[in-house]
């Protein structure tokens, strides 16, 4: 399957040597080389990046490494795919816009025989990722289509709608409005909070001790670098 990387912090920050680690796995030292993705988020805007080639083969990843950006958010994606074609329509992260927010999504899993009806938001690519990120996004505009609501309203919503989706296979994520980063484990996903940053992946990217298992079927929120009660 596919491996998750994910930034928040307090103020604007890169992934250093975090993304080398991580981009190596991408088709070096691990088996994820179906392409590989990185979204940036500064306030509303999201600058997004995607690329259907190993990340070890990538130019564009080969720049990002060498002048890295920093922001408050960023979800990085590698993918081993299991539904849809080697394509850069496929590559993870995905964005739409939501509450005048954008949001960003990647996903770690496999989801069988999970297809939503189209709503509000239409798959461009044909993952099962990205269905699910649509439909996520659909339920919560329809649910709340006044706005965002109180962040433990949207945070309860959240929890569900990922049970409901997660009940079709593995359905690991990590997830971004620009403020908050939402992670949810189906099997395998960790989490280390440091210096006003919390870092999430499927696997530790370093030695460190620190590192925090989620528990199947947990859904956590980060915000200011911190864990979100």
């Given at each position: 399957?596919?491996?998750?990387?994910?930034?928040n912090?307090?103020?604007?920050?890169?992934?250093?040597?975090?993304f080398?680690?991580?981009?190596?796995?991408?088709?070096?030292?691990?088996?994820?080389?179906?392409?590989?993705g990185?979204?940036?988020h500064?306030?509303?805007?999201?600058?997004?990046?995607?690329?259907h080639?190993?990340?070890?083969?990538s130019?564009?990843?080969?720049?990002i490494?060498?002048?890295?950006?920093r922001?408050?958010?960023?979800?990085?994606?590698?993918?081993?795919?299991t539904?849809g074609?080697?394509?850069?329509?496929n590559?993870?992260?995905?964005?739409?816009?939501?509450?005048?927010?954008?949001?960003?999504?990647?996903?770690?899993?496999d989801?069988?025989?999970f297809?939503?009806?189209?709503?509000?938001?239409?798959?461009?690519?044909?993952?099962?990722?990205?269905?699910?990120?649509?439909?996520?996004?659909?339920?919560?505009?329809?649910?709340?289509?006044h706005?965002?609501p109180?962040?433990?309203?949207?945070?309860a919503?959240?929890?569900?709608?990922a049970?409901?989706?997660a009940?079709?296979?593995?359905?690991?994520?990590?997830?971004?409005?620009?403020?908050?980063?939402?992670?949810?484990c189906?099997t395998?996903?960790?989490y280390?909070?440091q210096?006003g940053?919390?870092?999430v992946a499927?696997?530790?990217?370093?030695d460190?001790?620190?590192?925090?298992a989620f528990?199947?079927?947990?859904?956590?929120?980060?915000?200011?670098?911190?864990?979100?009660?």
């Amino acid at each position: 399957m596919c491996q998750l990387l994910g930034l928040n912090s307090s103020l604007p920050a890169g992934l250093g040597a975090f993304f080398d680690v991580f981009a190596e796995r991408g088709g070096r030292t691990d088996e994820h080389k179906d392409g590989w993705g990185i979204a940036f988020h500064s306030g509303k805007r999201c600058r997004l990046f995607t690329d259907h080639r190993a990340a070890i083969d990538s130019p564009l990843a080969a720049r990002i490494r060498r002048r890295p950006l920093r922001a408050r958010n960023i979800l990085a994606h590698i993918r081993k795919a299991t539904q849809g074609r080697i394509a850069l329509e496929n590559s993870h992260p995905f964005a739409r816009r939501l509450w005048d927010q954008t949001w960003s999504f990647a996903h770690n899993g496999d989801l069988k025989g999970f297809a939503p009806q189209p709503s509000l938001y239409r798959p461009q690519g044909d993952t099962d990722s990205e269905a699910a990120f649509c439909h996520l996004l659909s339920q919560l505009a329809r649910r709340f289509p006044h706005g965002a609501p109180a962040p433990h309203v949207l945070r309860a919503a959240m929890a569900e709608l990922a049970g409901e989706i997660a009940a079709h296979g593995t359905f690991n994520f990590i997830l971004s409005n620009g403020d908050t980063l939402f992670a949810h484990c189906s099997t395998n996903l960790h989490y280390r909070l440091q210096a006003g940053k919390a870092i999430v992946a499927t696997q530790p990217v370093d030695d460190t001790s620190g590192w925090v298992a989620f528990a199947p079927g947990e859904l956590k929120a980060f915000g200011q670098g911190l864990l979100r009660a």
